[in-house]
């Protein structure tokens, strides 16, 4: 079993930074990629950036290429994902989630066997 805990998201402006982390308990965390999803009012959770397992291999969504990154700290079982020149359209709960036993973290949330409760976060323009 994993348990994943969000935190980091907040209110700030259009052009802004922030980093949300994703604090996770469980023994097979290490054997988990870990993904990042958002779901904004009226649409559909998409994937927006992902880890491997060893913290190698990225994957992010072409909205955030450029400027997110995302990292991970196996010996903190911990999770980051940076974000600048944060826009409008950024707005949306954020979720962590752990596939079990992937290697490269899948693009598909039903993928992922274990989700955080997620954190907001809010850009205004």
């Known amino acids: 079993q994993v348990h994943l805990v969000e935190s980091g998201g907040g209110v700030v402006q259009a052009g802004g930074s922030l980093r949300l982390s994703c604090a996770a308990s469980?023994?097979?965390?290490?054997?988990?990629?870990v993904g990042w999803f958002r779901q904004s009012p009226g649409k559909e959770r998409e994937f927006v950036a992902g880890?491997?397992?060893?913290?190698?291999?990225?994957r992010y969504s072409d909205s955030v290429q450029g400027r997110f990154t995302i990292s991970r700290d196996n010996a903190w079982n911990t999770v980051y994902v940076l974000m600048h020149s944060l826009k409008p359209e950024d707005t949306g709960v954020y979720y962590c989630?752990?596939?079990?036993?992937?290697?490269?973290?899948?693009?598909?949330?039903?993928?992922?066997?274990?989700w955080g409760q997620g954190t907001q976060v809010t850009v205004s323009s």
């Open positions: 469980g023994r097979t965390f290490s054997a988990c990629a």
């Open positions: 989630a752990a596939s079990l036993g992937s290697v490269l973290p899948p693009w598909t949330g039903d993928e992922y066997n274990y």
């Open positions: 880890v491997s397992r060893s913290g190698l291999g990225r």
